[in-house]
């Protein structure tokens, strides 16, 4: 068998396991999932009058929020989702079994490559719920072209991508499983300080070089241009640059502290 048939059939192998243990253990999963549904609501139906007042020049009414809206939430539930990523590689350097991974006869990439499929495929599926979650609410996309769909949904998985690779790190190099999901918060918790609830230009002059200078706000302000229409300028470019630049380095940051750890 060769070298590159090996890889495929162990990381499909470790990719089942991955399924099997978030079946087997919902509770994180759901957790994950329903954090970004709730802020959709919470921000619409609760907060959504007063945030929605810094959209526009007069505004903007509930139906014109959500839109504004969802693009930030679908970035927010992919971050969410990859805490769990974090969490899971983390348990199993902490309970032996990637030791003992390490004396079978396996391609020896496989064990990451079936979190980081894993994570992706949780992250696509998540996106899509609380997509359709918006979609019941309000949101409305009518001038999106199908090429403009796909540019969506491919800047989605780029991104899932790029963070699955960062939260392995994270749980590479965390103690324990809480260590991981403490070291993770900034993945949920950089799009709270983004363009996601309301405009940069809103924000206090101080702050916005905080909020424009992240990865999460050319993405967010990406997708919204490709499902709404408005002006993307250069997050597009800077969009792809951070996703690129993150899956680089979550990488090579993974695989050096895979090889380097002695368990």
């Not at 089942?16 to 994950?32: E, G, I, K």
């Not at 526009?56 to 769990?84: C, F, H, K, Q, V």
Request: proline share 5%.
């Amino acid at each position: 068998m060769s070298s590159l048939s090996l890889a495929v059939r162990d990381s499909s192998t470790m990719l089942r396991r991955n399924f099997l243990h978030a079946r087997r253990y919902p509770s994180l999963t759901l957790n994950l999932l329903l954090t970004p549904v709730m802020l959709l609501f919470l921000f619409v139906y609760v907060f959504g009058g007063v945030m929605s007042a810094g959209i526009g020049d007069g505004g903007a009414d509930r139906s014109e929020y959500i839109a504004y809206l969802l693009p930030g939430i679908l970035m927010m539930t992919i971050g969410g989702t990859t805490i769990g990523t974090a969490v899971s590689v983390s348990t199993d350097m902490s309970e032996g079994i990637i030791a003992r991974f390490r004396t079978m006869a396996i391609h020896r990439g496989s064990v990451l490559v079936g979190h980081v499929l894993g994570s992706v495929l949780q992250c696509v599926m998540s996106v899509v719920l609380v997509g359709a979650v918006g979609l019941a609410i309000g949101f409305r996309s009518t001038d999106a072209t199908v090429l403009e769909w796909l540019a969506a949904f491919g800047l989605l998985v780029l991104f899932a991508l790029a963070l699955t690779w960062i939260a392995v790190g994270m749980g590479l190099v965390s103690p324990n499983a809480e260590a991981a999901s403490n070291n993770a918060m900034p993945l949920i918790f950089l799009p709270l300080i983004s363009s996601t609830f309301v405009p940069i230009d809103a924000m206090p002059g101080w702050f916005q070089p905080v909020a424009e200078y992240q990865p999460f706000t050319p993405a967010i302000e990406t997708l919204r241009g490709l499902l709404l229409g408005t002006e993307i300028g250069h997050n597009g470019w800077l969009a792809v640059v951070w996703c690129l630049a993150l899956t680089a380095l979550g990488y090579f940051w993974s695989k050096a502290s895979f090889d380097r750890d002695p368990k």
